[in-house]
């Protein structure tokens, strides 16, 4: 199994389950939720023949430097966005409505 999207689309405990009994042979993930995992996260609590089917890579799959200009660009307009009174764009969660700009 492969996951490069959002760790909340998997079940950490069920992932952890089939690691450790069968039936799936491998998983590679690029982030767990929460970010960063608490020490009991059942990913990090795996057996050590469990661990050995288990690649977690850093979240960082994304940073180049253009990425990083991009992601740094979108951040200054969305800033300016919302204190202009718009709405910021490409939310995630949902939660965009700006307050008042003081």
Request: net charge negative.
């Amino acid at each position: 199994m492969i996951n490069t999207s959002r760790g909340e689309v998997i079940d950490a405990h069920a992932l952890a389950q089939a690691l450790e009994k069968g039936p799936l042979g491998g998983a590679a993930i690029d982030t767990v939720f929460p970010e960063p995992p608490p020490p009991d996260h059942p990913l990090l609590n795996l057996s050590p023949e469990a661990k050995d089917k288990l690649l977690i890579t850093p979240h960082i799959a994304g940073i180049t430097k253009p990425a990083f200009n991009r992601m740094l660009t979108a951040a200054l307009e969305n800033i300016l966005r919302v204190s202009s009174g718009e709405n910021p764009e490409n939310v995630v969660n949902g939660i965009g409505k700006p307050r008042d700009a003081q």
